[in-house]
């Protein structure tokens, strides 16, 4: 079956500093990975996504590359800010079972000022 | 745009209630929903898709007949836990996509429920 394996949290940063969030899956067929966050007291967002190998899914500072050959898609953010603090959620999407999310354990970033 | 609500945001029953969560699109046609639980410190785990007009499809270990969920509209689905138990508290998540976005999903902000 479908997995997604995240790094153990929580991970704690100062301001500025550089981040990156380890994600890797195992899927049958060509999933759609995505990245979802969770700020306190509200509901997951989609942070990006990425549809196919290669490509790259970049939104609000934060990147990640849909890497086929290490079947990973780690998130990367040159610098944090305090803002960034929540929970975030690597997940893929099976095209052949209506569109189903199966997601990471989520990590806890933390940015102190 | 692409908004979903969930209500009641939290809720304490007493055991052997029923609780019923609602899950709106607020603007646009959900094509599907989900269902998730959340518990503490963890992922979401899937308890069911529904697709308006029929029946839900429920994950394996998930019980239809405690978890009842309706998608009587477009706009709308409800999951109604039936004689809820302590076990039942936890945080509960619904999301929608819609027509061809299905990759997509959107989701509600949660709703707390804890079992007394």
């Known amino acids: 079956g479908n997995s997604v394996t995240q790094m153990e949290g929580p991970v704690t940063l100062s301001e500025e500093a550089f981040l990156t969030i380890n994600c890797t899956y195992t899927?049958?067929?060509?999933?759609?990975l995505f990245w979802y966050v969770q700020y306190p007291g509200e509901g997951l967002q989609l942070l990006l996504k990425?549809?196919?190998?290669?490509d790259k899914g970049s939104n609000k500072g934060f990147e990640a590359t849909y890497r086929k050959e290490t079947t990973s898609f780690h998130l990367e953010k040159g610098s944090v800010q305090v803002s960034d603090s929540a929970v975030y959620f690597c997940?893929?999407?099976?095209?052949?079972?209506?569109?189903?999310?199966?997601f990471g354990k989520g990590i806890t970033l933390s940015v102190r000022p | 745009g692409a908004v979903v609500s969930q209500h009641p945001s939290w809720v304490i029953c007493k055991s052997g209630t029923s609780v019923k969560i609602e899950c709106r699109s607020l603007?646009?046609?959900?094509?599907?929903m989900f269902w998730y639980r959340q518990f503490p410190k963890q992922s979401l785990m899937l308890m069911a898709t529904?697709?308006?007009?029929?029946?839900?499809?429920?994950e394996q270990g998930v019980e239809k007949d405690k978890f009842l969920i309706n998608h009587a509209s477009l706009t709308l689905s409800t999951l109604t836990v039936t004689s809820a138990h302590p076990e039942d508290s936890s945080f509960y998540i619904c999301?929608?996509?819609?027509?061809?976005?299905?990759?997509?999903?959107?989701f509600g902000p949660g709703t707390r429920l804890l079992v007394l």
């Open positions: 999301s929608a996509t819609r027509a061809g976005l299905a990759e997509t999903q959107y």
């Open positions: 899927a049958t067929g060509y999933p759609s």
């Open positions: 990425a549809t196919k190998a290669d």
């Open positions: 997940a893929l999407s099976d095209p052949g079972a209506n569109s189903k999310l199966t």
């Open positions: 603007d646009f046609q959900a094509t599907t």
């Open positions: 529904s697709n308006e007009g029929s029946k839900a499809t429920y």
